[in-house]
């Protein structure tokens, strides 16, 4: 357990899209050019990682398939308030889904990110913070999922800041949106029913997916099993539409 004080904060929503690759939505469940739409599938886990060092910036390497969603919660402890944080590499959009949230009292703080892969190259992808001290711990973990609507792909999305064993809801906009979410709480020890494990840092921080077949409004449960039940976490999940 890195931090003890809980703290709850209220999630966020919203609906995010990317236009690069063309061809816009006409109506739900139409990709645009008269296909009707297809499922979201997993194909890798994209980023797990956790860094102990002092520091306000961390990279990893990494590669998705062009068109392919790629999504992330980015993770600072630090018992000062960031002011922010960017994802960056060379070629990619990244876009901040949720708010950033956090407390100085637990020293956690996170928030999520997205993106549509510009192309299939290999990369540096570079988290950095702002913050008057450094992070004592800073966490990425993100999935590669395919099948998705390039122009509109992260329907949407929440961020909480809890205690106890880590979950949170995240409503559909479309129908069979996958579901897709990650903890940071330093003692994961299982997934949500329906849900498949997909990236660990190796530090107790995991994340999960889970492929609906479910209409858009539905209210999906994301739920982390933790050793203890009782410690501070931060939760995000995004829904992400089929194209």
Not at 1 to 8: A, D, E, K, Q
Not at 172 to 179: G, V
Not at 196 to 221: C, I
């Amino acid at each position: 357990m890195r931090l003890l004080v809980p703290v709850v904060l209220a999630a966020a929503c919203g609906r995010f899209g990317f236009e690069q690759h063309g061809g816009g939505t006409d109506a739900p469940g139409d990709t645009g050019d008269g296909a009707a739409a297809g499922v979201v599938t997993w194909v890798k886990t994209f980023a797990a990682q956790g860094n102990s060092a002092s520091t306000l910036g961390d990279s990893f390497a990494g590669s998705a398939t062009a068109g392919d969603a790629v999504v992330l919660q980015l993770f600072c402890a630090n018992t000062v308030v960031p002011t922010g944080v960017t994802l960056t590499a060379s070629g990619w959009s990244f876009v901040q889904l949720g708010a950033l949230v956090g407390s100085t009292s637990s020293g956690y703080w996170g928030t999520s990110f997205g993106a549509i892969a510009p192309d299939s190259a290999s990369t540096t992808f570079t988290a950095t913070w702002t913050a008057a001290s450094p992070c004592t711990f800073i966490v990425e973990l993100g999935d590669e999922l395919a099948g998705v609507d390039t122009s509109g792909a992260f329907d949407a999305h929440a961020e909480l800041l809890s205690n106890g064993n880590c979950a949170t809801t995240v409503l559909t906009a479309s129908a069979n949106d996958a579901i897709w979410a990650a903890c940071t709480v330093n003692d994961v020890t299982s997934t949500g029913a329906g849900f498949t494990k997909s990236a660990d840092d190796g530090h107790g921080d995991w994340s999960e997916y889970k492929l609906t077949t479910d209409p858009a409004g539905t209210p999906e449960g994301v739920l982390f099993q933790t050793s203890t039940g009782m410690d501070d976490y931060v939760v995000t999940a995004v829904a992400i539409k089929p194209g």
